[in-house]
């Protein structure tokens, strides 16, 4: 059954084979044709990975306060293309 779900979401069979992943192909020129062809999503999760808080909602107002912070501190060392600007949804506005 999971087979056909692949199939039919991303148009392509469960055997077919993917390019590679990892690090070093993040400034790598375009797939070519036939395997740019399969992909038809892409996805980016991120995942709380701070040990010593719970998980949504068992986590307290003061441990949310401290993980953003801890967050919006690395946030702060990217450069390049990766820098950008924080907007807490405690202080932002609809105009932001």
Request: net charge negative.
């Amino acid at each position: 059954m999971l087979d056909k779900v692949i199939q039919e979401y991303h148009g392509h069979s469960p055997t077919a084979i993917h390019p590679a992943e990892g690090n070093s192909k993040l400034n790598a020129p375009d797939f070519p044709p036939e395997e740019a062809a399969m992909i038809k999503s892409t996805r980016i999760r991120v995942g709380r990975n701070l040990a010593g808080y719970p998980l949504g909602p068992a986590i307290t107002k003061e441990q949310r306060a401290e993980v953003e912070k801890k967050a919006t501190t690395a946030l702060a060392t990217f450069d390049g293309e990766l820098k950008g600007k924080y907007y807490s949804l405690e202080t932002m506005s609809a105009a932001d």
